[in-house]
């Protein structure tokens, strides 16, 4: 078939290629394999995972958080230490949770009620608690890539961009204005400390906070007193903002990869957008394969942060499948089937080459990538002939 796609391509018969190509594609959606229910009983609404691949965190709807382990080769995971919250039906939910790179006894939990929680792992008790005074966005903080304890977050209905140091758990300074609007995802680049992203419907901000550095040293004391006062003089002007070069600007999420080269968008019309991010250059938009059949137009990508990046692919968890999107060619050449229905959120171990999926109604699930996928890593599908859009 791949001969019938060169043949049609090199005729100019290019609608017609891209229909064996897609014939292609269909015969990857590869079917995940060694399933496994983890030993989570409940509902999870949101997971993380820490940078040895072992340790993993899980908020359930009910409030209740845990902090499970599973080692390399294993199939299941031993739940190690919990936080059950004092009411049966809390009045507010952990939206997300991230682990302290600089320290991995600490990790931080933001929910509902606004409130930005620092907790010791070893007695799941919140050491500190920041008042952010405004509820915040479903993953909507990320935390310095480097060994400076700060984190970024994103208000839901509020512009602008906290940065709090989590030493003292206070906010040192806000990114944006009124002119920028409300973030709906914060990224910070893996490759550049001082490089935070934030994403609005029109265009992505990327802010260079390394002027407010000496600001945080020296007003680190008054900034507790003085805190609505310096929100105020210390907001900054971004460095660029990122458009679309088409007209599909309605941005709806957004992830960086995790060797910071790649910046990994979902445009209007569900369409992939791939930019080089080092350049700030944008390299493709790639339609989302609503002509298979596996993307429904009215799906909703609000929770596209689980979103999960390595060097080269992007994992995309949709409805019943974990779409693969090659960063390099911006092409969506695998589609991978899991055991359970609605999958949303996953988590990719790349040491063991596993997907933990976990889907709305359903508890977490490990998932082992098939084989075959690494001999299409190895040896890629050809890129869709070009073709007028039909967009």
């Not at 930005?116 to 919140?126: G, K, R, Y």
């Not at 490089?195 to 040293?217: E, K, Q």
């Not at 339609?287 to 137009?297: A, I, N, V, W, Y």
């Not at 689980?306 to 589609?335: I, S």
Request: hydrophobic letters at 40%; one cysteine or more.
């Amino acid at each position: 078939m791949l001969r019938e796609y060169r043949n049609l391509r090199e005729s100019g018969m290019m609608g017609e290629a891209n229909t064996v190509l897609q014939q292609i594609e269909m015969q990857h959606l590869l079917k995940m394999r060694t399933t496994n229910l983890l030993s989570i009983d409940r509902l999870t609404s949101r997971m993380e995972m820490d940078s040895s691949e072992q340790f993993f965190l899980f908020a359930e709807v009910s409030g209740l958080v845990r902090i499970g382990q599973m080692r390399a080769g294993e199939k299941n995971m031993s739940v190690i230490a919990e936080w059950v919250p004092r009411c049966v039906m809390p009045r507010y939910k952990t939206t997300c949770l991230r682990w302290h790179p600089w320290d991995h006894s600490l990790f931080t939990s933001v929910g509902t009620d606004g409130r930005l929680n620092a907790w010791s792992a070893a007695t799941m008790v919140p050491i500190q608690t920041t008042e952010l005074g405004y509820s915040l966005r479903y993953h909507s903080i990320c935390n310095n890539p480097s060994a400076e304890p700060l984190i970024a977050a994103a208000y839901n209905e509020r512009f602008g961009v906290p940065i709090v140091d989590l030493r003292d758990n206070m906010p040192c300074f806000r990114l944006g204005n009124r002119d920028v609007g409300v973030a709906s995802f914060v990224e910070w680049s893996p490759r550049e400390k001082n490089c935070v992203l934030s994403m609005c419907p029109t265009g992505i901000y990327v802010w260079d906070i390394r002027s407010n550095m000496v600001w945080i040293c020296l007003l680190s004391l008054l900034l507790s007193l003085l805190y609505s006062c310096f929100l105020l003089l210390l907001q900054q002007i971004p460095v660029k903002k990122l458009v679309p070069p088409d007209d599909r600007s309605n941005l709806r999420a957004m992830k960086v990869s995790s060797d910071g080269q790649h910046l990994f968008t979902l445009q209007g019309s569900n369409r992939f957008g791939l930019w080089h991010l080092p350049l700030m250059i944008f390299i493709q938009s790639t339609p989302s394969q609503e002509r298979l059949g596996l993307f429904d137009k009215k799906v909703q990508f609000d929770m596209f942060s689980p979103v999960q990046c390595d060097e080269n692919y992007a994992f995309v968890p949709v409805q019943d499948f974990v779409h693969l999107m090659c960063l390099r060619t911006g092409n969506v050449p695998v589609h991978l089937h899991g055991p359970i229905n609605g999958t949303d959120q996953c988590i990719y171990r790349r040491i063991s080459q596993q997907l933990i999926i976990c889907g709305i109604d359903s508890r977490p699930c490990l998932c082992t990538i098939p084989n075959d996928l690494q001999d299409l890593r190895e040896n890629p599908l050809p890129e869709p002939a070009p073709v007028e859009d039909e967009f």
